[in-house]
């Protein structure tokens, strides 16, 4: 997922990619993949700028609005409660003002490297939170 931070104090509005790395107890497999899953052992790394190209999620939300983001992502267990805190920060792709948010970060990723940058790919993007 890619988040859009607003307002960050020296550097106004800054992108930070949510990489979620999904532990494996076993990759012998190619089939299976969910018997050999360890939640307990997941690890989400917030890393500066753009990893990839074709994120899963847009989230937009101000540097104060962090604390409570992050609140949201560490206790998420996916009762509706949770759900709904989270949408505050999530663009769904039915929602009026995806296309503007998508263009801000087609925007940013183009301006962040003008030689490889293409367009963003968004056969990944998902609305559900349970798919993040």
Do not use: C, M, T
Not at 8 to 33: M, Q
């Amino acid at each position: 997922a890619w988040i859009h931070v607003k307002n960050v104090p020296g550097k106004g509005d800054v992108v930070i990619s949510l990489v979620i790395d999904r532990w494996h107890d076993n990759v012998k497999f190619l089939f299976r993949e969910g018997a050999f899953l360890n939640p307990e052992k997941d690890r989400a790394d917030f890393i500066p700028g753009f990893i990839g190209s074709y994120p899963n999620y847009f989230f937009v939300l101000d540097i104060s609005e962090l604390p409570d983001f992050f609140e949201i992502l560490d206790n998420y267990d996916g009762s509706d409660l949770y759900l709904q805190r989270l949408e505050k920060y999530g663009v769904n792709r039915a929602e009026e003002n995806f296309w503007e948010v998508y263009d801000w970060f087609q925007n940013e990723f183009s301006s962040s490297d003008k030689r490889d940058a293409g367009l963003i790919d968004l056969n990944r993007y998902s609305y559900e939170a349970s798919d993040l």
